[in-house]
């Protein structure tokens, strides 16, 4: 299966989100109709069956409508204007929720990949300094998505997400913005929960502080896990704050000495007697290497910081080289390192691992 690591961009000038999605899966058909043909595979590999897809995005979609109804808007544009039945961009949004069921079901286990997520608070009013990998299947590298949108007149939104997905990892232009990494919990099932790629893009929407940002993330109802490190900067001063996102609750952890780091276990002590990471999970290795640099990790320059995420380690490197030799949906590989500039506000993008990222090209969302 190709493997091209692709960043696509796209730039929305509708503010109605049904305009606004039909635009996008228009513009972006070919790429909505990669991703949903590239998840079908993977949840098949995983044990979904085609009806149990079906009825999970058609009951994402719901859960959507429900608890934001503009962005439940959005993805049906986004089906009409790629030509696409609504529950498979349903599904799409739902990826997390979907495989967690599965994975609750005692399908496939989800893999013991996935992100790292750093964040320095310097003080003396420098913003924020933050860093993040985002690690999936390599085979899906082609639908990366570097999307600049405005949900209302004047507010501005830079997400980097998947082709079909309304948002994930972002900046917007009240100097918010959020990491994303998964978790898994033992009450992650087929429920009717809001999809947490969702739950990211509403606060990407709708948040100026992080406080406001914990208030919508514990305003949902989740089926699935996962974690979004939210930081902001007002211009003097940076706050960052990890919500832990379950179906058992929502946690939210603080930094420590200027410092917040979070992988793909939990860190709050009553959610982490659920955890179901998997025994090859590398999060706790990962974990302490990102903990192991804060000198690097607080560098000016987002490629400064890469490089001090460039180390491999002893399978438990951050900076991952996927197998060529493993099955299609077992192979992790780092597809992307990602930061947050919130004095612009902007995101700046390597489409590729740390290790590259010091000669490698950066995108800018504001460019």
């Not at 994975?103 to 860093?131: F, I, K, N, Q």
């Not at 990366?144 to 082709?163: C, D, Q, Y």
């Not at 493993?326 to 995101?347: G, K, M, Q, S, V």
């Amino acid at each position: 299966m190709p493997s091209v690591r692709t960043l696509l961009r796209h730039a929305s000038a509708e503010t109605a989100p049904a305009d606004r999605g039909r635009a996008l899966g228009a513009a972006r058909a070919a790429a909505l109709h990669g991703a949903v043909a590239g998840y079908t595979e993977l949840f098949a590999a995983h044990g979904v069956r085609p009806d149990q897809v079906r009825a999970q995005g058609e009951r994402a979609l719901e859960a959507t409508a429900a608890w934001a109804p503009g962005l439940a808007e959005e993805i049906a544009g986004l089906a009409e204007g790629a030509g696409l039945e609504p529950w498979r961009l349903g599904a799409l949004n739902a990826r997390t929720e979907v495989l967690g069921a599965a994975a609750a079901a005692g399908g496939a286990a989800a893999g013991g990949g996935e992100c790292s997520t750093s964040v320095v608070l310097p003080g003396g009013g420098a913003p924020p300094r933050t860093l993040q990998t985002w690690d999936w299947h390599a085979f899906l590298a082609g639908g990366m998505l570097l999307w600049t949108l405005e949900p209302r007149p004047g507010h501005r939104v830079h997400t980097f997400t998947e082709a079909g997905v309304v948002g994930k990892i972002g900046v917007n232009g009240a100097g918010l913005g959020v990491h994303f990494n998964v978790l898994r919990h033992t009450a992650d099932g087929p429920g009717t929960g809001v999809p947490v790629h969702v739950a990211a893009r509403r606060i990407l929407d709708e948040a100026a502080t992080v406080d406001q940002a914990a208030e919508i993330a514990r305003s949902a109802r989740y089926s699935a896990s996962s974690v979004v490190t939210v930081v902001s900067f007002d211009g003097e001063r940076g706050d960052a704050r990890c919500l832990e996102l379950s179906p058992a609750g929502v946690a939210e952890i603080g930094p420590r000495g200027g410092r917040l780091a979070h992988t793909n276990h939990f860190l709050d002590p009553v959610l982490a007697r659920g955890e179901r990471a998997t025994d090859d999970s590398t999060t706790r290795g990962r974990l302490d290497q990102v903990r192991a640099c804060p000198a690097g990790l607080a560098a000016e320059h987002p490629a400064d910081r890469a490089a001090a995420l460039a180390g491999h380690g002893d399978g438990a490197g951050v900076c991952v080289h996927g197998d060529p030799r493993t099955p299609f949906h077992e192979r992790w590989d780092t597809l992307a390192t990602i930061a947050l500039d919130l004095a612009a506000p902007r995101l700046l993008v390597h489409p590729g691992r740390p290790c590259t990222a010091a000669t490698g090209r950066w995108e800018d969302s504001s460019a």
